[in-house]
């Protein structure tokens, strides 16, 4: 089999590559750390049994990306990974065109268990997603049921630190509208203040302290 490993961390792709040639009998054809190097090379994507892919990378997103490939007419299975199971991250793990989800915290034996079944045209998400997505599921209070998929997009950007000018530019929406979906995000969750707009933001996935991070040293 043929493989894409797309991890930004060395030991931890150097683990996974690892087991995809000595567990799985495969060949790793291509091997990256940001989604750059991805874009240089789609004819790769193309030619591989399965893409393995994380989700938090230095330049982007992976389920992001993943949208890329589709529109590229890139057929190859998907099997994401990552250290991130907020809600958020669930939900748009639930709504991408991917095949698979494994949190890093499990044991290598479940990517292993995840790559063969995936591989064989299957579909397997680790119980810890499949738990939080069930839970999401019932929860009548959750944000993808009391905010539309614009608003979602809004407090994504607000999340990471975006004034709502940036968010205008960005969605390409004037100023006022972007501060009456503020008012109306802020109403629909409850939530009283910026600080606690941006802390909900973390608590559910829709930025890490890393990009609000970034955003705020480029300010």
Do not use: W
Not at 4 to 28: H, N, S, T, Y
Not at 141 to 146: G, P
Not at 166 to 188: D, F, I, P, Y
Not at 208 to 215: E, K, V, Y
């Amino acid at each position: 089999m043929k493989f894409v490993l797309v991890e930004d961390q060395a030991m931890f792709r150097a683990l996974i590559r690892k087991l995809l040639i000595e567990e799985c009998k495969g060949k790793v054809v291509l091997e990256a750390g940001t989604l750059a190097e991805l874009r240089n090379d789609f004819e790769a994507l193309r030619s591989a049994d399965l893409i393995l892919l994380d989700i938090r990378l230095p330049d982007g997103d992976g389920i992001d990306f993943v949208d890329e490939l589709v529109k590229a007419r890139v057929t190859t299975p998907v099997l994401l990974f990552s250290s991130s199971c907020e809600d958020f991250v669930v939900h748009r793990v639930s709504h991408a065109c991917v095949q698979g989800f494994v949190h890093k915290d499990e044991e290598p034996k479940m990517l292993l268990t995840a790559i063969q079944m995936v591989a064989a045209g299957g579909a397997f998400f680790s119980p810890r997603f499949v738990e939080r997505r069930g839970r999401l599921a019932r929860d009548q209070s959750s944000f993808d049921k009391l905010l539309s998929q614009r608003e979602q997009e809004f407090l994504r950007l607000i999340g990471a630190g975006y004034t709502d000018a940036e968010v205008a530019a960005e969605l390409g929406m004037g100023a006022g509208t972007a501060q009456s979906h503020r008012r109306n995000v802020m109403s629909k969750l409850n939530l009283h203040s910026a600080q606690e707009l941006q802390a909900y933001a973390l608590r559910m996935g829709f930025t890490t302290i890393d990009r609000l991070s970034s955003t705020s040293g480029g300010a």
